[in-house]
C-alpha cells in the first residue's frame, strides 16, 4: 500500500486531480492527502503529468487555495483501496450570484465535471472550470449514501441555489427502481428511465463531437480481416489505420495530408481520454461491406484498454508537428544495438510515411521493445519521412519496458472441434443469420440443452463469431450464477450500467448464461420470499430487455436447461415471448463422441485403442463426461509410469476410467442394480428371452446396422403373466444381459393427490430416462398405474394415461430408451397404451412345463450343496401348477430343514462351521409343506383373461370399471 511524504507543486491545470509520478501510482487510484493541522481532504491520481518528481505531487493552485494547502508544503499521501459509489450528491455555489451561471451553462457544466473531479466528501469545496476563463467555486452539501465516496455514469447530481430555489440539475441519473401499486413494476417509469438513459449516452457523444469534422467510428482489429499480401504489410505499421473509401468523407479524401487523432468515448470513468495520432489508409473493394468502422492494430486497444467495437472520434491535424530529437528507452541489454536497429526500422518505413506516438511499447524487429519521447515536449506525435531520417537527432536511454496487458477479447479462443459436435455449427449459422448486421431489428435467442452438454462452451464459440469478420458485433456475458441473490435494486443497476456499454458499442449482443439459476419457474405457494423474488426479477428483465433492445441494435441471447425451467414472464407456453428463436443443443453421436475423445487424447501416444468399443461404453455422454473420461484416463496412463513426455494410453486405461466417471446425465436419476442374474440364471422362458435379444440386445450391440433402418424400431414391450412368473425377475436379468442401465418404477409411486403432480413425475421420469440412455424404463404393476380411462372418479390416473401416451409416441424421440411394462392383468389396461408404436409387443409369461421346471430348479440350485441323491427330475414331475416363486420357496424350505437337522444334532453351545447337504428327503419334506400360489381356479381364470386379451376382447366378468384409484 503506498503511503509517502511528499512536497505539494502548483499547476494550472483545470481539473481537481492530485498527479503523481507514474511511477508511484497509477491513474484512477485514489488517496488521502493529510496536510496542516491533520486537515483531510481526498484525490483521485492522475499520472499524465509529465515531469513530475516521485517526491513531488502536483495540484492545481487555485483549487489549492481553496484547500489551504501551500506550495512546497510537505503533506502525506496514503493509497485508499478503495471508494464506495455514490448514488446522489448535492452541491451549491459558494457564491450566490454564481448560481446564475451555473443555470446559463449547466449542461456544460454537467458534461465536464465528470473530467475534472471524482472524490468527493460532504462540506467539501472545489472549482467547476467553464470554458477556458470562468470558474465556478461550488460547496459540498450532501453525499448519499456514504460520505466520502466517488462519483460515477449513474451519480444523480442536484444543484441547489443559496436561496430556496427548488429547481434541479441532473448530470447522468442513476436509475431508480420503483414499485407501483398493484404492480412490481411500473412499465411506463421503467420506460421513462430508460429512455434516459439514452438520453444521457446521446449527451456523450456530444461532448465529442463538438465540430463537423470530428466523425465517430468503430474500432475493429485489424487482425480480423482475412488479410492481402498488401494489407499484411500496411498492417506491420503499429500506427496506420485503415477504412472503407466508401464511409471516408469527401473533406477528407480531398487533402492530401491523412494524419488523425483518435480519442476514445467511454462510460468508464477511469479512463484518461488518451490521444493516438494514426494515419488513415483506405480499403479497396475487395471485402463485404465494413460499414462504420475504423480498422486498427491491437496495439491501440491495448493504449486505450478497450475491446472490440468501441466508439472514437477521429479528429483530422492539419500539419505534422517539429520534431529534433527522438529518446528511445529500453531495456539495459539492448542498448548497444537499439539505436542502429531503430534507424532501420525507421527507413523502412519512410518512404511511404508512418506515425509514431510517445510513451507506447513497440517491438522494432528481434524482438527489441522500446518506448519514444520526443523533443520538443510540446509534440504530440512525430511523423517519420526521409527528411526527419536525415535531420533528426536519435538518443538512447536505459528505462522499464512495461508489457501492457490487452483486456479486450481479441483473442479467438473457438477451438477446432467445437464447430463440429452435436448441432453446434448448424445454430451457430442460424444465430449470426438473427443477429446479421445488416439487418436492421434483431430477434432474441435462448439455446437449451441438458447440463454438461457445452451450452458455456457454445457462448465462447458465437462470441468468436460474432466478433469476427463479417459481423464485427461487440459481445458482453452476464453469468447468472454469480449474480443470484442479489437484491432486485442491484441487477436493475447492474442492467443500466451494461446496457450503457452496449449501447455505445452497438450493433452488440448480451449473453446470459445460465439464465434458469436467475428467473427461476415459481412452484408450490407463489406468496413464498423464492416466488415473489423470482417473479420481481423475472418480471422487471423482461420490461427492461425488451424495451432497450426495442430501441437499440443490441441482441439477447441466453443458455438454459430447458424452456419448461425458465419463469413464466420470461418464456411462457403463450402469448408474446421475449425471445422468439429456440434452439436446443442435441445429443452427441457416436461419431461426435469419438471424434472427441480422439481430440482430447491425440497428444499422447494412442496403443490399440478401440474408438468404436469406446463410442459404444459412453453411449448417453454430453461433452463435460467425455472430458472428464479423457482426463482420468490420462491420469490412468500416468500412474503406470511414464519415461517421455507423452504418456502412453492404451485401452486398458480407458477401461479403467470407465468405472470411475461419474456421468452427469446420471445425477439426481436412481438407478436400480440389475443383480448378479442373467438369462442363465434363470429357467424356461425361452421364447421371452429370445425376443429380449431381438429387441434390447442387437440395437445395442450393433447400433450402425440398426440407424440405417427405415421404421421406427419397437421400444415398448408388454409382460404379462401370472404372480410369480418372472416377469420383475426377467427385466432386470434383461438389463444385465444386455449392458443397460436399468430405471424400476412402482405403478403407484408415481401418483399424487396434487393436481399436475402426477403428469409432472411422468414427465421426469422420462426425462431422467432420456439422460441415463441405453436404458430400461421398467414399469412394475403397470395396471395401477394405467388403468381405462373414464372410470376414475379422481381423473388422476386418466391425465397420468394421456401423459404417457405422449411420452410414449410423441414428437421426442425415445432413442436408447426401451419401455418395459409388467401386469398381471393386462385387460385393465387402457387399450390406447397398446396400440403400435407405444407397447406394441405383449409377451406372455406362462406357467412353467416340467422340462421349463426342471430348468429353474437347476438354476436356482446352482449355488445350493445338492446331496448325490437330490433328484430334481422328481420335483420337477411332482410341482405342475407351480410359478418359479414357487419352485424358489420349496428350495428355500429345503435349505431350512438341513439347518434344523444340525441343530438338532448339535450338543455344544460352539459348534464349527459345517456343510449340510440338501438330500431327496429334505426336497420332498419341503414339498409336502409348500402348495402352489395360484389354486386350480385361480389358473384357469388367468387363462381365460389371457386367452380373450390375445383374441382382442374384453372380459365381461372383469368388466372395466370395477376399481377406481383413490389417488
Same mark, same amino acid.
Given at each position: 500500500?503506498?503511503?509517502?511524504?511528499?512536497?505539494?507543486?502548483?499547476?494550472?491545470?483545470?481539473?481537481?486531480?492530485?498527479?503523481?509520478?507514474?511511477?508511484?501510482?497509477?491513474?484512477?487510484?485514489?488517496?488521502?492527502?493529510?496536510?496542516?493541522?491533520?486537515?483531510?481532504?481526498?484525490?483521485?491520481?492522475?499520472?499524465?503529468?509529465?515531469?513530475?518528481?516521485?517526491?513531488?505531487?502536483?495540484?492545481?493552485?487555485?483549487?489549492?487555495?481553496?484547500?489551504?494547502?501551500?506550495?512546497?508544503?510537505?503533506?502525506?499521501?496514503?493509497?485508499?483501496?478503495?471508494?464506495?459509489?455514490?448514488?446522489?450528491?448535492?452541491?451549491?455555489?459558494?457564491?450566490?450570484?454564481?448560481?446564475?451561471?451555473?443555470?446559463?451553462?449547466?449542461?456544460?457544466?454537467?458534461?465536464?465535471?465528470?473530467?475534472?473531479?471524482?472524490?468527493?466528501?460532504?462540506?467539501?469545496?472545489?472549482?467547476?472550470?467553464?470554458?477556458?476563463?470562468?470558474?465556478?467555486?461550488?460547496?459540498?452539501?450532501?453525499?448519499?449514501?456514504?460520505?466520502?465516496?466517488?462519483?460515477?455514469?449513474?451519480?444523480?447530481?442536484?444543484?441547489?441555489?443559496?436561496?430556496?430555489?427548488?429547481?434541479?440539475?441532473?448530470?447522468?441519473?442513476?436509475?431508480?427502481?420503483?414499485?407501483?401499486?398493484?404492480?412490481?413494476?411500473?412499465?411506463?417509469?421503467?420506460?421513462?428511465?430508460?429512455?434516459?438513459?439514452?438520453?444521457?449516452?446521446?449527451?456523450?457523444?456530444?461532448?465529442?463531437?463538438?465540430?463537423?469534422?470530428?466523425?465517430?467510428?468503430?474500432?475493429?482489429?485489424?487482425?480480423?480481416?482475412?488479410?492481402?499480401?498488401?494489407?499484411?504489410?500496411?498492417?506491420?505499421?503499429?500506427?496506420?489505420?485503415?477504412?472503407?473509401?466508401?464511409?471516408?468523407?469527401?473533406?477528407?479524401?480531398?487533402?492530401?495530408?491523412?494524419?488523425?487523432?483518435?480519442?476514445?468515448?467511454?462510460?468508464?470513468?477511469?479512463?484518461?481520454?488518451?490521444?493516438?495520432?494514426?494515419?488513415?489508409?483506405?480499403?479497396?473493394?475487395?471485402?463485404?461491406?465494413?460499414?462504420?468502422?475504423?480498422?486498427?492494430?491491437?496495439?491501440?486497444?491495448?493504449?486505450?484498454?478497450?475491446?472490440?467495437?468501441?466508439?472514437?472520434?477521429?479528429?483530422?491535424?492539419?500539419?505534422?508537428?517539429?520534431?529534433?530529437?527522438?529518446?528511445?528507452?529500453?531495456?539495459?541489454?539492448?542498448?548497444?544495438?537499439?539505436?542502429?536497429?531503430?534507424?532501420?526500422?525507421?527507413?523502412?518505413?519512410?518512404?511511404?510515411?508512418?506515425?509514431?506516438?510517445?510513451?507506447?511499447?513497440?517491438?522494432?524487429?528481434?524482438?527489441?521493445?522500446?518506448?519514444?519521447?520526443?523533443?520538443?515536449?510540446?509534440?504530440?506525435?512525430?511523423?517519420?519521412?526521409?527528411?526527419?531520417?536525415?535531420?533528426?537527432?536519435?538518443?538512447?536511454?536505459?528505462?522499464?519496458?512495461?508489457?501492457?496487458?490487452?483486456?479486450?477479447?481479441?483473442?479467438?479462443?473457438?477451438?477446432?472441434?467445437?464447430?463440429?459436435?452435436?448441432?453446434?455449427?448448424?445454430?451457430?449459422?442460424?444465430?449470426?443469420?438473427?443477429?446479421?448486421?445488416?439487418?436492421?431489428?434483431?430477434?432474441?435467442?435462448?439455446?437449451?440443452?441438458?447440463?454438461?452438454?457445452?451450452?458455456?462452451?457454445?457462448?465462447?464459440?458465437?462470441?468468436?463469431?460474432?466478433?469476427?469478420?463479417?459481423?464485427?458485433?461487440?459481445?458482453?456475458?452476464?453469468?447468472?450464477?454469480?449474480?443470484?441473490?442479489?437484491?432486485?435494486?442491484?441487477?436493475?443497476?447492474?442492467?443500466?450500467?451494461?446496457?450503457?456499454?452496449?449501447?455505445?458499442?452497438?450493433?452488440?449482443?448480451?449473453?446470459?448464461?445460465?439464465?434458469?439459476?436467475?428467473?427461476?419457474?415459481?412452484?408450490?405457494?407463489?406468496?413464498?420470499?423464492?416466488?415473489?423474488?423470482?417473479?420481481?426479477?423475472?418480471?422487471?428483465?423482461?420490461?427492461?430487455?425488451?424495451?432497450?433492445?426495442?430501441?437499440?441494435?443490441?441482441?439477447?441471447?441466453?443458455?438454459?436447461?430447458?424452456?419448461?425451467?425458465?419463469?413464466?414472464?420470461?418464456?411462457?407456453?403463450?402469448?408474446?415471448?421475449?425471445?422468439?428463436?429456440?434452439?436446443?443443443?442435441?445429443?452427441?453421436?457416436?461419431?461426435?463422441?469419438?471424434?472427441?475423445?480422439?481430440?482430447?487424447?491425440?497428444?499422447?501416444?494412442?496403443?490399440?485403442?478401440?474408438?468404436?468399443?469406446?463410442?459404444?461404453?459412453?453411449?448417453?455422454?454430453?461433452?463435460?463426461?467425455?472430458?472428464?473420461?479423457?482426463?482420468?484416463?490420462?491420469?490412468?496412463?500416468?500412474?503406470?509410469?511414464?519415461?517421455?513426455?507423452?504418456?502412453?494410453?492404451?485401452?486398458?486405461?480407458?477401461?479403467?476410467?470407465?468405472?470411475?466417471?461419474?456421468?452427469?446425465?446420471?445425477?439426481?436419476?436412481?438407478?436400480?442394480?440389475?443383480?448378479?442374474?442373467?438369462?442363465?440364471?434363470?429357467?424356461?422362458?425361452?421364447?421371452?428371452?429370445?425376443?429380449?435379444?431381438?429387441?434390447?440386445?442387437?440395437?445395442?450391440?450393433?447400433?450402425?446396422?440398426?440407424?440405417?433402418?427405415?421404421?421406427?424400431?419397437?421400444?415398448?414391450?408388454?409382460?404379462?403373466?401370472?404372480?410369480?412368473?418372472?416377469?420383475? !425377475?426377467? %427385466?432386470? /436379468?434383461?438389463?444385465?444381459?444386455? @449392458?443397460?442401465? $436399468?430405471? +424400476?418404477?412402482?405403478?403407484?409411486?408415481? #401418483? *399424487?393427490?396434487?393436481?399436475?403432480?402426477?403428469?409432472?413425475?411422468?414427465?421426469?421420469?422420462?426425462?431422467?430416462?432420456?439422460?441415463?440412455?441405453?436404458?430400461?424404463?421398467?414399469?412394475?404393476?403397470?395396471?395401477?398405474?394405467?388403468?381405462?380411462?373414464?372410470?376414475?372418479?379422481?381423473?388422476?390416473?386418466?391425465?397420468?394415461?394421456?401423459?404417457?401416451?405422449?411420452?410414449?409416441?410423441?414428437?421426442?424421440?425415445?432413442?436408447?430408451?426401451?419401455?418395459?411394462?409388467?401386469?398381471?392383468?393386462?385387460?385393465?389396461?387402457?387399450?390406447?397404451?397398446?396400440?403400435?408404436?407405444?407397447?406394441?409387443?405383449?409377451?406372455?409369461?406362462?406357467?412353467?412345463?416340467?422340462?421349463?421346471?426342471?430348468?429353474?430348479?437347476?438354476?436356482?440350485?446352482?449355488?445350493?450343496?445338492?446331496?448325490?441323491?437330490?433328484?430334481?427330475? !422328481?420335483? %420337477?414331475? /411332482?410341482?405342475?401348477?407351480?410359478? @418359479?416363486?414357487? $419352485?424358489? +420357496?420349496?428350495?428355500?424350505?429345503?435349505? #431350512? *430343514?438341513?439347518?434344523?437337522?444340525?441343530?438338532?444334532?448339535?450338543?455344544?453351545?460352539?459348534?464349527?462351521?459345517?456343510?449340510?447337504?440338501?438330500?431327496?428327503?429334505?426336497?420332498?419334506?419341503?414339498?409336502?409343506?409348500?402348495?402352489?400360489?395360484?389354486?386350480?381356479?385361480?389358473?384357469?381364470?388367468?387363462?381365460?383373461?389371457?386367452?380373450?386379451?390375445?383374441?382382442?376382447?374384453?372380459?365381461?366378468?372383469?368388466?372395466?370399471?370395477?376399481?377406481?384409484?383413490?389417488?
Amino acid at each position: 500500500m503506498f503511503e509517502r511524504i511528499l512536497t505539494i507543486k502548483y499547476n494550472n491545470l483545470k481539473n481537481s486531480f492530485i498527479h503523481l509520478n507514474p511511477k508511484c501510482l497509477k491513474t484512477g487510484s485514489y488517496v488521502q492527502l493529510t496536510y496542516g493541522d491533520n486537515k483531510v481532504a481526498y484525490f483521485s491520481v492522475s499520472a499524465s503529468v509529465v515531469g513530475t518528481d516521485s517526491d513531488c505531487c502536483s495540484l492545481n493552485s487555485a483549487y489549492s487555495k481553496i484547500l489551504g494547502i501551500e506550495e512546497n508544503e510537505l503533506v502525506t499521501v496514503s493509497e485508499i483501496s478503495n471508494f464506495p459509489t455514490v448514488n446522489r450528491m448535492t452541491i451549491a455555489p459558494v457564491k450566490a450570484h454564481e448560481y446564475e451561471i451555473l443555470e446559463l451553462v449547466a449542461e456544460n457544466i454537467q458534461l465536464t465535471l465528470l473530467d475534472q473531479i471524482r472524490v468527493v466528501n460532504t462540506g467539501q469545496k472545489f472549482i467547476i472550470w467553464v470554458g477556458s476563463n470562468i470558474s465556478v467555486g461550488v460547496y459540498v452539501e450532501n453525499v448519499e449514501p456514504k460520505t466520502p465516496g466517488v462519483i460515477d455514469f449513474l451519480t444523480e447530481v442536484v444543484i441547489n441555489p443559496n436561496c430556496d430555489i427548488s429547481e434541479k440539475s441532473n448530470l447522468l441519473t442513476k436509475p431508480q427502481l420503483q414499485k407501483d401499486d398493484g404492480s412490481v413494476f411500473n412499465t411506463e417509469k421503467l420506460k421513462t428511465l430508460i429512455s434516459d438513459t439514452q438520453t444521457d449516452i446521446d449527451r456523450h457523444f456530444q461532448r465529442f463531437t463538438k465540430s463537423n469534422k470530428d466523425v465517430i467510428r468503430r474500432l475493429i482489429p485489424v487482425n480480423n480481416l482475412p488479410l492481402t499480401e498488401s494489407l499484411r504489410e500496411q498492417c506491420t505499421n503499429y500506427f496506420n489505420a485503415f477504412v472503407p473509401k466508401e464511409s471516408l468523407p469527401k473533406s477528407w479524401s480531398d487533402t492530401g495530408f491523412m494524419i488523425f487523432s483518435i480519442k476514445l468515448l467511454s462510460t468508464d470513468l477511469s479512463s484518461d481520454n488518451k490521444i493516438i495520432y494514426i494515419k488513415l489508409c483506405i480499403f479497396d473493394k475487395a471485402y463485404e461491406p465494413l460499414g462504420n468502422n475504423l480498422f486498427v492494430n491491437s496495439i491501440v486497444f491495448q493504449q486505450f484498454g478497450s475491446q472490440l467495437g468501441c466508439r472514437v472520434v477521429l479528429s483530422h491535424v492539419q500539419e505534422k508537428p517539429v520534431v529534433n530529437e527522438i529518446t528511445v528507452h529500453t531495456k539495459k541489454n539492448y542498448l548497444l544495438k537499439v539505436e542502429e536497429k531503430f534507424k532501420q526500422y525507421l527507413v523502412k518505413y519512410c518512404d511511404s510515411g508512418m506515425v509514431l506516438n510517445p510513451n507506447i511499447l513497440i517491438d522494432i524487429g528481434d524482438n527489441i521493445k522500446c518506448s519514444l519521447t520526443f523533443s520538443p515536449a510540446e509534440a504530440k506525435f512525430c511523423f517519420v519521412d526521409e527528411d526527419l531520417v536525415r535531420n533528426c537527432k536519435f538518443l538512447v536511454s536505459e528505462g522499464t519496458v512495461t508489457l501492457v496487458e490487452n483486456t479486450g477479447s481479441l483473442q479467438n479462443s473457438r477451438s477446432k472441434f467445437e464447430e463440429n459436435v452435436a448441432n453446434f455449427k448448424d445454430i451457430l449459422n442460424r444465430i449470426t443469420s438473427v443477429f446479421s448486421a445488416t439487418k436492421n431489428s434483431w430477434e432474441n435467442v435462448i439455446i437449451t440443452g441438458r447440463p454438461g452438454t457445452g451450452k458455456t462452451a457454445f457462448l465462447k464459440i458465437l462470441n468468436d463469431k460474432l466478433n469476427s469478420y463479417p459481423n464485427f458485433i461487440f459481445t458482453k456475458t452476464i453469468h447468472c450464477k454469480s449474480i443470484k441473490g442479489k437484491t432486485v435494486d442491484s441487477l436493475f443497476k447492474l442492467l443500466s450500467t451494461t446496457f450503457s456499454e452496449l449501447v455505445l458499442y452497438q450493433p452488440s449482443v448480451l449473453f446470459f448464461d445460465d439464465l434458469h439459476l436467475l428467473c427461476e419457474p415459481v412452484k408450490g405457494d407463489e406468496a413464498a420470499p423464492n416466488s415473489i423474488y423470482s417473479n420481481r426479477v423475472s418480471e422487471m428483465m423482461h420490461a427492461y430487455l425488451g424495451m432497450v433492445s426495442r430501441f437499440n441494435q443490441i441482441g439477447i441471447c441466453a443458455t438454459a436447461e430447458s424452456t419448461s425451467s425458465l419463469n413464466k414472464n420470461i418464456y411462457s407456453s403463450r402469448g408474446s415471448h421475449l425471445f422468439k428463436n429456440l434452439y436446443s443443443i442435441s445429443d452427441l453421436s457416436k461419431p461426435d463422441r469419438i471424434k472427441l475423445i480422439k481430440t482430447f487424447v491425440e497428444q499422447n501416444n494412442l496403443v490399440d485403442v478401440n474408438f468404436d468399443h469406446l463410442s459404444i461404453k459412453t453411449e448417453g455422454y454430453v461433452i463435460q463426461d467425455v472430458v472428464d473420461y479423457c482426463k482420468k484416463t490420462i491420469f490412468e496412463a500416468h500412474k503406470d509410469g511414464c519415461d517421455t513426455e507423452k504418456v502412453t494410453v492404451r485401452n486398458e486405461h480407458f477401461e479403467r476410467a470407465l468405472k470411475n466417471v461419474c456421468v452427469l446425465s446420471l445425477q439426481n436419476v436412481h438407478l436400480h442394480s440389475p443383480g448378479p442374474k442373467d438369462f442363465s440364471d434363470i429357467g424356461g422362458l425361452h421364447d421371452v428371452k429370445k425376443i429380449f435379444i431381438e429387441s434390447l440386445m442387437w440395437p445395442a450391440q450393433y447400433p450402425n446396422i440398426f440407424a440405417k433402418a427405415p421404421l421406427r424400431l419397437q421400444s415398448g414391450l408388454l409382460l404379462y403373466g401370472p404372480p410369480g412368473t418372472g416377469k420383475t !425377475v426377467l %427385466a432386470a /436379468a434383461a438389463a444385465k444381459q444386455c @449392458g443397460l442401465r $436399468l430405471i +424400476s418404477i412402482k405403478g403407484p409411486e408415481l #401418483l *399424487s393427490k396434487y393436481i399436475g403432480a402426477s403428469e409432472q413425475a411422468v414427465r421426469d421420469i422420462f426425462q431422467k430416462a432420456q439422460s441415463a440412455r441405453p436404458c430400461i424404463l421398467f414399469f412394475d404393476e403397470f395396471d395401477s398405474l394405467a388403468p381405462r380411462r373414464g372410470h376414475d372418479n379422481t381423473g388422476v390416473t386418466d391425465r397420468v394415461v394421456n401423459q404417457l401416451l405422449t411420452q410414449l409416441d410423441g414428437v421426442e424421440s425415445l432413442s436408447g430408451v426401451c419401455i418395459l411394462a409388467a401386469t398381471s392383468r393386462p385387460d385393465l389396461l387402457d387399450p390406447a397404451l397398446l396400440r403400435p408404436g407405444r407397447l406394441d409387443r405383449q409377451i406372455l409369461c406362462p406357467l412353467p412345463s416340467k422340462n421349463d421346471r426342471l430348468e429353474i430348479l437347476k438354476a436356482l440350485s446352482k449355488n445350493l450343496d445338492m446331496s448325490a441323491d437330490a433328484d430334481l427330475d !422328481v420335483i %420337477a414331475t /411332482a410341482t405342475k401348477g407351480y410359478t @418359479g416363486a414357487d $419352485l424358489q +420357496s420349496v428350495l428355500y424350505s429345503a435349505q #431350512l *430343514s438341513t439347518i434344523d437337522d444340525l441343530l438338532d444334532d448339535c450338543k455344544e453351545p460352539l459348534l464349527e462351521v459345517r456343510k449340510s447337504k440338501i438330500t431327496q428327503e429334505h426336497l420332498e419334506a419341503a414339498l409336502g409343506k409348500t402348495r402352489p400360489s395360484l389354486p386350480e381356479q385361480e389358473r384357469r381364470r388367468y387363462e381365460r383373461i389371457y386367452a380373450k386379451f390375445q383374441g382382442g376382447t374384453t372380459v365381461d366378468e372383469f368388466r372395466a370399471g370395477t376399481r377406481a384409484t383413490l389417488a
